[in-house]
């Protein structure tokens, strides 16, 4: 593919950093990134289709670790993006991702809306469900755990909870 094509050689600026050491943790996410970043560049528009992050994320991976011999010794398997922006954009695209933001962006919205007009009580209410998934939002940034059945629950449980307690302002 083109945005496969796009990582040149060894010669190409290196993942190993300066000093040529490797940090799994961070390189990993380094190789996940990448990968992730070359699947939405790919189709732009829609993505590789949601859910399919794991099944391409290989074919995107192999020129990584084949121009980039510092990385090869990492775990090299991922079931998601390890970002929530980049797991949007590569299984869902432009499309996907801008619907992703417009949900948080009018939930957020809403909150903040109904903070500056509401009572004191009711206000504070509302802050720990703001404030839980701005949290996980951050944390998922370099994090999987809301794709997880336990975490992705709580979350989107807090979502709904938030919606309703901020609705109609």
Do not use: C
């Amino acid at each position: 593919s083109e945005a496969v094509a796009g990582v040149k050689n060894s010669e190409s600026p290196t993942l190993g950093g300066e000093d040529r050491k490797v940090y799994a943790s961070f390189h990993q996410r380094l190789l996940i990134w990448t990968s992730a970043w070359q699947m939405g560049l790919e189709n732009p528009l829609l993505g590789k289709g949601w859910g399919q992050f794991e099944l391409f994320y290989p074919f995107y991976q192999g020129r990584l670790l084949v121009n980039f011999p510092l990385v090869r010794g990492l775990r090299t398997h991922a079931n998601n993006a390890h970002n929530e922006i980049l797991e949007q954009w590569s299984q869902a695209g432009l499309a996907g991702l801008g619907a992703y933001l417009w949900f948080f962006a009018a939930l957020f919205y809403g909150f903040w809306r109904f903070y500056r007009s509401a009572g004191e009580e009711a206000r504070y209410s509302a802050v720990p469900l703001a404030a839980g998934l701005a949290g996980a939002l951050a944390d998922n940034m370099l994090n999987v755990s809301l794709h997880f059945a336990v975490p992705a629950l709580a979350f989107w449980w807090v979502a709904g909870a938030l919606a309703l307690k901020t609705a109609g302002t």
